[in-house]
């Protein structure tokens, strides 16, 4: 199983960025994506999760709320984050992980990418 996390970058304050995770090794509309972040310093934290393609449930942690948007194109295997008002406290390493099983907890997720940094930064 891989799991690679691109789309991270350099963005001023009130950008977007669009985080793709595109998966191979299994069936992508079988397992919940997890995306969760690591800010300099600090524990790493869920962002945002979506259930398998016959689920569709979706997670957002309150500070994603109405900012982030999770999709799944399962016949292209990859799960996308929509970053949208991005602010300085955004700034973090982006991972993603997939798991069997819904849940915003990274324990549910066996299967993690390297992950992509985004900078938040006037």
């Known amino acids: 199983v891989q799991l690679q996390a691109s789309g991270g970058g350099l963005v001023q304050p009130g950008g977007s960025l669009r985080l793709s995770c595109a998966a191979s090794?299994?069936?992508?509309?079988?397992?919940?994506i997890g995306w969760f972040r690591q800010a300099p310093g600090k524990e790493r934290e869920a962002v945002s999760c979506?259930?398998?393609?016959?689920?569709?449930?979706?997670y957002y942690k309150e500070f994603g709320k109405g900012r982030f948007t999770i999709s799944r194109d399962d016949a292209k295997r990859t799960v996308t984050l929509q970053m949208n008002n991005l602010a300085p406290e955004d700034t973090a390493i982006y991972y993603c992980?997939?798991?069997?099983?819904?849940?915003?907890?990274?324990?549910?997720?066996?299967?993690w990418g390297q992950g992509t940094l985004v900078t938040v930064s006037s």
């Open positions: 979506i259930a398998s393609a016959s689920d569709g449930r979706t």
């Open positions: 090794g299994l069936t992508v509309g079988a397992y919940a």
């Open positions: 992980a997939a798991g069997q099983r819904y849940s915003e907890r990274e324990r549910g997720y066996p299967y």
